[in-house]
């Protein structure tokens, strides 16, 4: 009779991955938004590298990239994120 064998398939041991930094941006759809994060001034630098909208966001020292993320992507959907120069297309009459 098998008691319960103390024998496990050995998993496969993974290198402790570095939490991603490059997200997906909700503004362009590209995934080139990165994440810098200063603990000493509390404050971190959301930005995209595709559409180069750029945000400042006052986060607590536990947060991180993710969270960061999280609430930069909330603040974009709440219309709090200046999309910067390029997003919004003023309709230019080209009426000659
Ligand atoms: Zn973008």
Avoid: H, W
């Avoid at 590298?49 to 609430?71: E, L, Q, T």
């Amino acid at each position: 009779m098998r008691m319960g064998k103390k024998y496990r398939k050995k998993l496969p041991v993974r290198p402790p991955k570095k939490i991603p930094s490059i997200f997906p941006c909700p503004n362009c759809g590209k995934k080139a938004v990165k994440v810098f994060y200063d603990r000493g001034e509390g404050e971190a630098v959301v930005s995209c590298g595709n559409c180069k909208i750029y945000v400042k966001i006052k986060v607590p020292p536990i947060f991180s990239a993710v969270d960061i993320y999280g609430r930069f992507v909330d603040l974009f959907y709440e219309g709090k994120v200046e999309t910067g120069s390029g997003t919004v297309e003023n309709a230019q009459n080209r009426q000659s």
